[in-house]
């Protein structure tokens, strides 16, 4: 495909989006439509979507419409890409430009210019203070992918190499010693043989910190395990037995094949089936995802007030009952990976209120611009102690 036709395909694409497609479905249904295109296309294609989609209110306001056109002239714009070139009406390319949509666009205004929902913004500068600004700025960028070395498996050294190998080039940094920053084909993960070896799990930098964090002896479980990253973590560190929940068991169907490259042995309970007490109860709750919106961009246009009610009702609960799995002297860890006070201090400060049980330990906000997580996703971590 050439640039201007893969534009095209990304005019589309946003379109659908902006009618209500998930993202994810959007670029599917099309990659399913498009047998011409090339691994290379589809992946510029999907980076045409998502930049656009972290940068939707500025981009419009440069491209003088919220439409999959308005995206990409704006898109050009931003970037001085010459419009000519582009909107040739020729084979693919998109149709020429009218005289309203050249006519058309303008600067963003200072609040477009953050990409983020406009009623949004007092819950964000209320939450994040001196750091809101650099917050949303940073969920303008594509994220970083990082890695987390299996120590039961390998060490960052073996694994770095190992990784190289498979033209992977990854780097260790100084806020932890398990993690890998990729810097170099990411693409190639998946089929490397250190990721199938087990030898390296995809994970964000802020998990693997929270994981960190907590006690690793004594056993475990994941009431929210979802794929299980934190249940994996939490193995990996010598925690055990390690057991994972998920009210919705499909949700963990993965999770035996991690578990079996990991080398770890994971315990999978059955919805609502949880017998005893745990030393360590981790909740990663379903949450607004604010701190990853720039993996899962379309979340942030998405993410409604009523949403955001539902969500803190939906974590209060889970809290509450997860507060029963946890032995006398254990451990309640509770994360989120967003970075709103409501979710955060807010669930947990109302959580202590009501269960005299329990006494927070420790807090912790993680995010790019926290400066020891530097590049991390924006996360949330409270771990509160029971009598
Ligand atoms: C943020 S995701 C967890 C992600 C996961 N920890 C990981 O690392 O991949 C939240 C999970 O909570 C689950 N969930 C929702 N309500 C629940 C409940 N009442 N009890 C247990 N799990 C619940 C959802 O099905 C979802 O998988």
Redesign the pocket.
């Known amino acids: 495909m050439i640039p201007a036709a893969r534009i095209q395909a990304a005019i589309g694409i946003l379109d659908r989006i902006l009618a209500g497609d998930p993202a994810e479905a959007a670029l599917l249904r099309w990659s399913r439509g498009s047998r011409y295109a090339g691994s290379g296309d589809r992946a510029a294609v999907r980076d045409l979507v998502f930049d656009s989609l972290r940068r939707r209110s500025s981009r419009a306001a440069l491209g003088g419409a919220l439409s999959g056109r308005g995206l990409m002239i704006g898109m050009c714009r931003e970037e001085g890409l010459a419009l000519e070139t582009v909107f040739t009406g020729e084979g693919h390319a998109p149709a020429l430009l009218s005289e309203e949509e050249h006519a058309a666009g303008r600067e963003p205004h200072a609040q477009e210019a953050l990409d983020l929902p406009e009623w949004l913004w007092p819950q964000w500068q209320e939450a994040l203070g001196p750091h809101a600004e650099g917050m949303a700025l940073a969920l303008r960028e594509r994220a970083p992918v990082w890695l987390r070395v299996n120590p039961k498996k390998s060490d960052p050294a073996t694994a770095i190499a190992a990784l190289a190998a498979e033209g992977v080039q990854a780097s260790i940094v100084p806020a932890i010693a398990t993690a890998l920053l990729v810097e170099e084909g990411a693409r190639r993960i998946s089929a490397s043989s250190a990721y199938r070896d087990g030898l390296v799990e995809l994970q964000d930098l802020s998990?693997q910190l929270a994981c960190a964090a907590l006690p690793a002896t004594g056993s475990v479980l994941?009431?929210?395990?979802?794929?299980?990253?934190?249940a994996l973590a939490m193995a990996a560190r010598g925690a055990g037995p390690v057991s994972a929940?998920?009210?919705?068991a499909a949700?963990m169907a993965d999770l035996p094949e991690r578990a079996r490259r990991a080398g770890a042995k994971i315990r999978l309970l059955k919805p609502r089936g949880i017998a005893g007490r745990f030393d360590l109860v981790m909740t990663?709750?379903?949450?607004s995802g604010s701190g990853t919106w720039r993996r899962t961009p379309d979340a942030k246009w998405r993410l409604q007030e009523a949403d955001l009610d539902r969500l803190c009702a939906?974590q209060a609960?889970?809290l509450t009952?997860a507060a029963e799995t946890v032995a006398e002297g254990g451990v309640l860890a509770y994360m989120t990976?967003s970075v709103l006070t409501r979710e955060n201090s807010a669930q947990i400060g109302a959580f202590l209120a009501r269960d005299a049980r329990f006494t927070l330990e420790t807090e912790q906000g993680y995010g790019p611009e926290a400066g020891f997580a530097a590049g991390s996703d924006g996360f949330y971590l409270a771990v509160l102690r029971r009598r």
Request: proline share 8%; glycine share 16%.
């Open positions: 998990p994941d009431y929210c395990a979802g794929g299980g990253g934190k929940h998920d009210v919705d949700r990663d709750v379903p949450c939906l609960a889970i009952e990976c």
